[in-house]
């Protein structure tokens, strides 16, 4: 109600959003957006996003047309992987003028309702890449993006407007000494913090 409604009323609007989860390893990001599926008080950000999505097209005017269309991505050891079709790996992100920034052959899927995007959703999840640490057993070891893309056509004005809702779930940062973490882990753990301190950098600077 406080930190993700007001963005996505913003993307049904035509803006763009983003709404991130930040903190050291085992606070709780991913189940703060993901949850429990399909419970009502423990399902995360992300479902409820895709529920309330799905709501204000049912009960908005037949004279305005929908398409939704949803990817998900996760950045593991600084490369770019598809989660749904992981046969796109190594996937470059690119930027042009119509576009804007984008990440190159990555998978669009449209859907038609929020049983089919949850689906996706859970494909997606099961090839996140994890691993287990001291401080959490299935530690998230990849940054994860879920994009949703909503275009809306009004048939009587032909005036449409299209608005893009970035869900990203980080890697949390860690002090190795509390994780014990050692070789492939150790080195995903120096990857996930460097690439953390340089979002932080990033965000203050534009704050400044």
Do not use: W
Not at 51 to 63: G, Y
Not at 78 to 95: H, T
Not at 109 to 115: K, M, N, P, Q, S
Request: glycine share 8%; hydrophobic share 35%.
């Amino acid at each position: 109600e406080f930190s993700a409604k007001p963005i996505l009323e913003s993307v049904l609007e035509g803006f763009n959003g983003t709404i991130l989860t930040y903190g050291q390893t085992s606070s709780g990001k991913t189940f703060t957006m993901e949850g429990v599926v399909g419970d009502s008080e423990l399902e995360g950000i992300i479902p409820r996003t895709i529920k309330d999505t799905f709501e204000f097209i049912r009960n908005t005017t037949e004279n305005i047309e929908f398409t939704v269309k949803i990817s998900m991505v996760e950045i593991y050891m600084e490369r770019v992987k598809d989660i749904i079709d992981p046969s796109r790996k190594d996937l470059n992100i690119r930027e042009d003028k119509a576009r804007g920034i984008f990440i190159e052959d990555l998978s669009e899927h449209y859907v038609g309702c929020e049983e089919e995007v949850l689906d996706l959703i859970k494909l997606g999840s099961e090839n996140r890449t994890t691993g287990e640490t001291k401080m959490n057993a299935v530690s998230s070891r990849s940054h994860s993006i879920f994009a949703m893309t909503i275009h809306q056509n009004n048939m009587t004005t032909n005036v449409a407007k299209t608005g893009k809702l970035f869900l990203v779930d980080l890697a949390g940062s860690e002090k190795v000494s509390k994780t014990e973490a050692t070789g492939l882990l150790l080195e995903q753990a120096k990857k996930i913090n460097c690439s953390l301190t340089t979002l932080g950098m990033v965000i203050n600077n534009l704050t400044d």
